[in-house]
């Protein structure tokens, strides 16, 4: 089968400062992939090239076995980011609106059908905030904002969702629930790469997972990782310096 | 590598051709369509609409040829404006309208300065029209190769445009009055081949918005998400900035290069705080810049004070009020 995901060789520099070195891995469909890493370890830009938002410098990147540049099924792919944008904040938009995004890479020119309107609201009822449709994005609570952002991903049909600490500033509760959808959704044969600070947490619910640092230190079976020293030497190097605050459960 | 070298690499305009190619399939026949409708179906309905309203009312203020034509003018640029500027104010690019206005100014002097010369072509409009597309594209250009659209060449553009129209007038351009209806507007002095072509202007709006709405907002609202959807985002980029350039020549008869920018962010800005859906924003800002245009036309008309200030004015009005409203 081909893998959703398969790097080969990749390496990427902003300015002279190198990001990643010699990046090789892949991910099959229906992986579950915790993502760790120190701060500045090269996780969010190994992200973005995996999805082809980043050119690599060197080496190759497909998506479901096609040059990621090159791939243009849209709609296979879902994102949820760090930080909400900036747009988010202060542009007046629904919840509902903002789902609905989701059937664009559908859609193209023409106009939404009922076909569209079906799938938006089957995507919010699945992530369970399907009450609160017609509510602006930014008086949603972060957690209920990730949820619809994934709604988002599930409305344009995605088979590959990729998060990036989409945890940050959501609370526990709310944190444990949103672990239960991404089990769920992975079940259901979805394809799951999620950056995550809380490696305890992300060990609970990873079937496989990476330890990056500039380079790959680790990628096998959850188990065989937690057991091997992938982490310790991921987090030891001269890099993680700069990241001495992260431990394993800080949660701001 | 340069921040100019990572938006590059970001943004690359991979399928120009191609775009290009549909843009030009697309767009010249719906060119032709729209021309051939101004030039034969519009003048005809222009006149039998204002001829019936003159007929019913009755009174001198729908029966003027100069008010007709600025009522016209003026209802249209209360649909453009709002529409385009919904998205560039929630991007923060309201004030790229007000440095097209100034070089389309640019372009006003030289269409005048040409005209004079040139009796065949003396449509300074449609210099406007060519400058501020020219200073459009120019200035996405820049947005691509270095840092975004960034204040420096905004500014610089803004004054730029300005001087060169400053200079030419300078230099040998006598119809002061003329140009003061360019520089302040002026609602009495709008030639009827200029509402064609807003009538022109506004169909080409409103058609592109209707048919890349879904673009436009997805771009606005979320880059990263719409790249990932591939969707052309350098490719709307440019559309946005192009249609901006559209409708800041279409405004500027009405409100003048320097007041053109408050008709794009104020009902805009009104309509933010009273919703919190785009898409009826989107219809309320519309709805916002007809109150700013007819209230202002009235008052200018009251008060006896130049039209484009009271527009603004009224607008501001208008948003003061939404204030109050949306914090209740």
New interface residues.
């Given amino acids: 089968m081909t893998p959703a995901i398969s790097v080969e060789n990749v390496s990427f ?4 400062e190198p990001v990643l070195r010699d990046v090789s891995m892949t991910v099959e469909e229906g992986d579950f992939l915790g993502l760790v890493g120190p701060n500045g370890s090269g996780k969010t830009t190994l992200l973005k090239v995996m ?5 690599p410098d060197s080496g190759t990147v497909r998506l479901f076995g096609t040059p990621a ?1 090159e ?5 296979r ?3 949820v ?1 760090q930080q909400s ?4 904040a ?5 919840v509902r ?2 789902v609905t ?1 989701g059937r ?2 559908h ?1 193209g ?1 023409r106009r939404l059908r009922d076909a569209d309107r079906r799938a938006v609201d089957d995507a919010l009822d699945r992530v369970g905030i399907a009450d609160l449709a ?3 994005i930014n ?1 949603l609570s972060g957690g209920q904002k990730q949820r619809a952002y994934i709604a ?1 991903a599930l409305a ?1 049909e995605a088979d590959l969702l990729a998060l990036d600490e989409p945890t940050v500033g959501v609370d526990t509760d709310s944190v444990g629930r949103f672990y239960e959808l991404l089990d769920e959704l992975n079940a259901e044969g979805i394809t799951v790469v999620l950056i995550e600070h809380d490696i305890g947490l992300l060990a609970d619910h990873a079937r496989t997972m990476a330890c990056l640092d500039g380079e790959l230190y680790a990628h096998c079976g959850t188990r065989e990782f937690l057991e091997s020293d992938a982490l310790e030497r991921a987090f030891s190097s001269a890099r993680t310096v700069r990241a001495s605050a992260l431990a394993g459960g800080d949660r701001r | 590598m340069s921040v100019g070298d990572r938006l590059r690499r970001s943004f690359p305009p991979r399928s120009l051709p191609r775009r290009l190619g549909f843009v030009l399939a697309a767009g010249v026949p719906a060119g032709l369509a729209i021309t051939a409708f101004l030039l034969w179906v519009f003048p005809p309905l222009y006149g039998a609409f204002w001829d019936t309203t003159c007929t019913t009312v009755d009174t001198w203020l729908v029966c003027s040829g100069f008010l007709q034509r600025g009522f016209t003018a003026g209802a249209l640029i209360g649909v453009t404006a709002p529409i385009v500027g919904a998205y560039l104010v929630n991007r923060q690019m309201a004030l790229i309208g007000e440095a097209l206005a100034h070089t389309a100014f640019g372009g006003v002097a030289i269409g005048l300065f040409v005209g004079a010369a040139v009796p065949g072509l003396d449509y300074p409009l449609l210099f406007a029209l060519v400058a501020a597309t020219v200073a459009a594209l120019g200035m996405q250009y820049i947005a691509v190769h270095t840092d975004g659209y960034a204040d420096i060449p905004i500014a610089i553009m803004l004054t730029g445009g300005f001087a060169v129209g400053i200079a030419i007038i300078s230099y040998g351009v006598v119809f002061s009055a003329t140009v003061e209806s360019y520089l302040f507007g002026d609602i009495l002095f709008v030639p009827f081949r200029n509402v064609q072509l807003m009538v022109g202007l506004t169909l080409l709006v409103a058609g592109t918005v209707a048919l890349t709405h879904k673009q436009l907002l997805f771009i606005t609202f979320d880059r990263e998400a719409a790249r990932l959807a591939r969707v052309d985002v350098w490719f709307y980029d440019t559309l946005l900035i192009v249609l901006t350039a559209l409708v800041v020549v279409a405004a500027m008869q009405i409100l003048g290069a320097i007041l053109v920018a408050g008709m794009l962010v104020i009902p805009v800005a009104a309509a933010m705080q009273v919703t919190d859906s785009f898409n009826r924003g989107l219809l309320l800002s519309v709805v916002f810049g007809q109150v700013a245009v007819f209230g202002g036309i009235f008052a200018s008309y009251l008060w006896n004070i130049a039209t484009g200030a009271t527009i603004i004015l009224v607008a501001i009005a208008v948003y003061l009020l939404s204030l109050v409203v949306g914090s209740r």
């Fill in positions: 520099a902003y300015e002279d999805l082809g938002l980043q050119s540049r791939f243009t099924e849209g709609t792919l879902g994102y980011s944008t900036e747009a988010d202060t542009m007046p938009v629904t609106e903002v995004m664009y890479a859609v020119l017609d509510r602006r008086r988002r344009s």
